[in-house]
């Protein structure tokens, strides 16, 4: 069998993915499997040829994909509306850096260059900050001068959730064109006050954010909520979720997801925590299966060549974390640095650890990442193969759901 195999024992039978293919194969017994060999010839999972190189092949699928994709323009702005936000987590990896904000007129210089640099009409944008609905001024310009001009835009943002109200929503709807926000939620009432330490708190703003959660679902705006997690706040975001299904149950277009702290260590009781909260996510359908992933050509935005990030100065850089230095241009000027963009793209050396694990042609680990570390940790692994595992599952329910 092919290195590049997921194997799932299930009941009733067994579950192979192909991660270069992206293809599922089920089988009712070993028997079957064994019988079934030109069905795995055929679909990449038994490659029957001696002294092939699966890895060169990964390699080179990965290096063709990269080539057909750079051939496509410009399409994606991670735009900073702002530096400046209305809360002060602890945790936040921007703590420290300069609170500017967009000015009017950067705003329209902004869509001047989106403009500019288009081959075609169809643009995707994401807000981002600092807390992006501090300037939703930015968000309008922008968006009024892609209108103005014929611009087909669906925009998504990044966001602490809480300058929502009726106005903000309606403007979403039918200005900005927002399809999807990611809200950070850190905890129940009392934790999540403490740690979010609102400027200017009136107290009610956890209830503020879970109304506006609601509106949004409402109006079929798509929430994805995130939690935070560390080693001490495990059992209050499972009460947490308890209160996210009790009051979201009748929504679809909620999903939940949770996430380790950048600089939480990985000791066996967080890692416990995380499946255990990651599982009852799970068991409540709150979490979402990811969707299957065939070869990757790239890991985000950072090395692909269809995005950029334009800060509230106009600077153009290519990853959210570094919105003080490594830029490659501005919105002023027309080259970018191809020194920086391809200092984006470096990635960590292929690890003797790789040879032997499945999920290399999904696997691309950047230099410059804060959160891609040259060692490949346990950690990670398990996690990808969780959620691998999990994607196998429902697609297979989904199946045979379609076929009753
Ligand atoms: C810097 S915030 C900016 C957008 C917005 N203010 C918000 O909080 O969503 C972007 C994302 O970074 C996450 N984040 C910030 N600091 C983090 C850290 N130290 N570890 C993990 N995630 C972090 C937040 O939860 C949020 O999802
Ligand atoms: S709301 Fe976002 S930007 Fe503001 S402090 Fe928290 S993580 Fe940072
Ligand atoms: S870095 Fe880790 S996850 Fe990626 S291919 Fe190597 S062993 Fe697998």
């Not at 030109?38 to 994909?65: G, H, T």
């Not at 209305?86 to 705003?107: H, S, V, W």
């Not at 009610?204 to 109006?219: A, C, G, M, P, T």
């Not at 949770?258 to 359908?285: A, G, M, Q, S, V």
Request: charged fraction near 25%; charge should be neutral.
């Amino acid at each position: 069998m092919s290195t590049f195999v997921v194997d799932l024992p299930i009941d009733g039978g067994r579950l192979l993915y192909n991660t270069v293919t992206g293809s599922i194969l089920f089988f009712e017994s070993d028997q079957e499997l064994q019988n079934s060999k030109d069905i795995l010839i055929n679909n990449w999972f038994f490659i029957p040829v001696v002294d092939f190189d699966e890895f060169l092949w990964a390699d080179f699928l990965r290096n063709k994909k990269r080539e057909l994709s750079s051939r496509n323009p410009v399409r994606s702005y991670l735009v900073m509306t702002t530096m400046d936000c209305n809360a002060r987590c602890f945790y936040c990896y921007e703590k420290g850096r300069k609170p500017i904000t967009m000015a009017n007129d950067t705003a329209n210089k902004v869509s001047d260059f989106i403009i500019a640099n288009a081959s075609t009409k169809k643009v995707k944008l994401s807000w981002f900050g600092g807390e992006p609905l501090v300037n939703s001024q930015a968000i309008n310009i922008i968006c009024e001068n892609l209108r103005r001009n014929s611009y087909n835009y669906v925009s998504h943002m990044i966001s602490n959730g809480l300058l929502f109200s009726d106005n903000v929503i309606a403007n979403a709807l039918n200005l900005w064109n927002l399809k999807r926000i990611q809200i950070t939620i850190d905890g129940t009432e009392d934790r999540y006050l403490k740690i979010k330490s609102f400027k200017n708190s009136k107290g009610d703003e956890f209830h503020r954010v879970l109304n506006n959660i609601e509106s949004l679902l409402k109006n079929n705006i798509s929430v994805s909520v995130r939690l935070n997690q560390n080693h001490d706040n495990t059992a209050d975001l499972l009460n947490l979720v308890d209160i996210i299904k009790d009051k979201f149950s009748d929504f679809d277009n909620l999903s939940v997801y949770n996430r380790l702290l950048f600089d939480e260590e990985i000791t066996p009781e967080i890692k416990n925590d995380y499946f255990n909260l990651k599982h009852k996510l799970r068991r409540t359908k709150l979490l979402k299966p990811k969707s299957r992933d065939a070869v990757k050509h790239s890991q985000c935005m950072a090395d692909n060549d269809y995005s950029l990030v334009i800060t509230p100065d106009g600077h153009i850089g290519k990853c959210e974390h570094f919105s003080e230095n490594h830029f490659i241009g501005s919105i002023y000027e027309k080259d970018f640095d191809c020194q920086v963009i391809n200092q984006f793209k470096e990635k960590h050396e292929k690890l003797s650890i790789c040879s032997t694990c499945a999920l290399y042609p999904s696997c691309v680990r950047l230099k410059m990442c804060p959160s891609q570390l040259e060692q490949c940790q346990d950690f990670t692994r398990e996690d990808l193969y969780d959620d691998l595992y999990f994607m196998m599952k429902s697609c297979y329910h989904q199946k045979l759901h379609s076929l009753r």
